[in-house]
């Protein structure tokens, strides 16, 4: 089991939360795990659940947390009553504070033994436990009394880890961060000399002067004193020049051994901490991998390439801000994300507009493929391994042949470094596994329609359906101007509904109508409203909805196809298996196979009913319009 207060107070069993209702049930596990095994009295879990006027019941409900705790968190942890108190013994699970309080100190005792890549490596891990402000979730009363000391803590720890930063050399790599952390911490006097001696070292004196000028007002303003000995000492010795280069500055090697990433989570790591970043070495890679000629070695280690192959995202995204905010927290934490959705939802939008909406969170680079083919097929996972080597500053030349060998250096050139990967449009798991960076700080973000995408390790889901009415309205509007919509919202309604309030759809007959001035908002949907004529409606240019849908019937097999095209065809809004059974001449529970493959394609919705069929399904009216024209029976 993992317990964690270092960020959002959590639990995992297996790699599954435990559920934890509401923030006083995360308080009531959040203080035993920091009584560390002792005995918290019945009278500071009130105060700290309640406060100092707790309801007349809270004898009870205090009993009733503790009592769910105990069933949820199961024989892992012992939760016992001892006098007047409860004491949690959690035995072999891992508990996130612990950890951190010994890698950080492991790394303080090697930070003064001069061990200065240990330090920083174990400084690493330990900020990596971190997942924003520490007991979040938790009452207010609990963050008042423990949360202060645990933010010194990580504060120091961010100062240990730039200190051995400097020694080796990291100077240049470290001045954004460190800006940032003076922004937030301006009378913190160890960062603000950090920061000035990298800013010195890095041929930029004035500036480091000019930081200590705004420390020495800061410190005024707010405290009324003067900067202290060490800070003065540090500015007369850049004014003289006197300043020592750094101590143990690394030396080349073939290893990828630095992590610039940390440098910028020193000082962001609030912003998007990340998983501890391992030691790498190369022992399973070939040897033509081992001799990089030096202009290659340099470009993959002393001086990598920012890759930025992403595409912008739209400058007129409406709409999902829940699921925006589900990604930002997946990217943010130790996971990446999935998004999933029938065609036309939008689903490579919104992965653009999260991967914009986090652009400072992964400074080393973000890497995108588009994982289908011109023609519509899967591509080679070999393929986009080569593009991303080469993105990554690795010559064609020294780029391995053999899938595995590609794999191992793709994984090894990101296990320290921090980059977002998106991979859009993805056919099915074992395309992706291939391009996922593995273990490091790196993210990585998926679009795809099957929702087996689920099976993929330790990404969080997003399913995208279609848009509310509201933002269907904003959507054609931010596209083909409020004017030619508020003069008719009825017809702008009608538009959205012939749409089945698809991004993509909504999308293109906006841009329709912007591309015919002469049109009406009516007459538009007057157009759509012919269903023998909505889906040729839906395409301008290189967007066309029958593109994408028949991207996704192709991948159905033949049999499958045509028995979609055969329910499509009877125009019902609700199937069930014995339905599908009847029209197909099957069994029921083939029939129901089969409606299950097309929902997993997207093709058909479901959901559950309590009658006697449970299942009821139905072709969203523009999937049926697309599946009905070589299966509709003929005029009489």
């Known amino acids: 089991m993992d317990l964690r207060i270092l960020g959002a107070v959590a639990a995992e069993l297996d790699g599954r939360p435990v559920p934890l209702d509401g923030s006083k049930q995360r308080t009531a596990l959040a203080a035993l795990l920091l009584a560390e095994g002792t005995v918290v009295s019945d009278e500071r879990l009130t105060v700290l659940l309640w406060g100092w006027q707790p309801p007349a019941t809270s004898t009870r409900q205090l009993y009733t947390y503790v009592s769910r705790l105990r069933t949820r968190l199961g024989p892992c942890l012992r939760l016992e009553r001892h006098g007047t108190g409860y004491r949690m013994d959690i035995g072999d699970a891992s508990f996130d504070r612990t950890a951190f309080r010994t890698l950080a100190a492991t790394g303080r005792a090697d930070l003064l033994a001069r061990r200065y890549q240990d330090a920083e490596r174990r400084l690493d891990q330990a900020l990596g436990l971190w997942h924003g402000p520490a007991l979040t979730g938790v009452t207010e009363q609990l963050r008042e009394s423990e949360a202060s000391q645990l933010e010194e803590a990580r504060l120091a720890a961010l100062e240990d880890h730039a200190e051995a930063a400097l020694a080796l050399g990291r100077h240049t790599e470290l001045i954004p961060a460190l800006t940032h952390r003076v922004a937030l911490q301006p009378i913190r006097e160890r960062l603000r000399g950090q920061l000035m001696t990298a800013l010195f070292r890095s041929g930029r004196q004035a500036d480091a002067l000019a930081v200590y000028d705004r420390g020495s007002e800061a410190l005024a303003a707010e405290l009324g004193i003067d900067p202290g000995p060490a800070l003065r000492t540090l500015r007369q010795e850049i004014l003289t020049g ?82 925006t905010r589900e990604l930002l927290t997946a990217l943010h934490g130790r996971r990446g994300a999935v998004i999933t959705g029938a065609t036309g939802t939008g689903k490579s939008a919104l992965a653009l507009r999260a991967a914009e909406q986090c652009r400072e969170d992964f400074p080393q680079g973000r890497l995108y493929a588009d994982l289908r083919t011109a023609d519509g097929g899967p591509r080679a996972p070999g393929e986009v391994l080569g593009w991303f080597l080469s993105a990554l500053g690795v010559p064609p030349e020294r780029t391995p042949e053999a899938l595995d060998e590609r794999i191992q250096l793709y994984r090894t050139l990101l296990s320290t470094r921090r980059l977002l990967v998106v991979l859009d449009h993805a056919f099915d798991d074992a395309q992706v596994r291939p391009l996922l960076p593995g273990e490091g700080p790196s993210r990585t973000l998926i679009t795809g329609v099957r929702s087996h995408l689920a099976s993929l390790e330790g990404l969080h889901m997003v399913r995208l359906g279609p848009l509310e009415p509201a933002e269907a309205g904003q959507l054609l509007a931010a596209v083909a101007g409020l004017e030619r919509l508020t003069a008719s919202p009825e017809a702008a309604a009608r538009i959205a509904e012939s749409c089945d309030r698809l991004p993509l759809a909504l999308r293109i007959a906006a841009a329709r109508l912007a591309a015919h001035p002469h049109w009406t908002a009516g007459m538009l949907a007057d157009r759509l409203a012919r269903p023998g004529r909505r889906l040729a409606e839906l395409r301008l240019g290189s967007l066309d909805l029958r593109s994408g849908l028949r991207n996704v019937a192709d991948q159905l097999d033949p049999s499958d196809r045509t028995a979609a095209g055969i329910l499509a065809a009877t125009g019902l809004t609700r199937l069930t298996a014995g339905d599908a059974a009847a029209l197909l001449g099957t069994a029921a529970d083939e029939a129901e196979e089969l409606l299950e493959r097309l929902v997993d394609t997207q093709l058909l919705d479901a959901w559950s009913t309590d009658g006697a069929n449970g299942l009821c399904y139905r072709f969203p009216p523009l999937v049926q319009l697309f599946l009905q024209p070589q299966h509709a029976p003929a005029p009489c």
């Open 242 to 323: 006197a300043l020592a280069p750094p101590e143990a500055p690394e030396r080349d090697t073939a290893t990828v051994s630095h992590t610039p990433a940390a440098a910028a989570r020193a000082a962001q790591p609030e912003a998007f901490p990340a998983s501890p970043v391992p030691v790498v070495s190369l022992p399973t890679l070939t040897p033509a991998m081992l001799t990089l000629p030096t202009e290659a070695t340099d470009l993959t280690d002393r001086h990598p390439p920012v890759p930025a192959t992403l595409p912008a995202a739209p400058a007129d995204f409406v709409g999902r801000a829940a699921e």
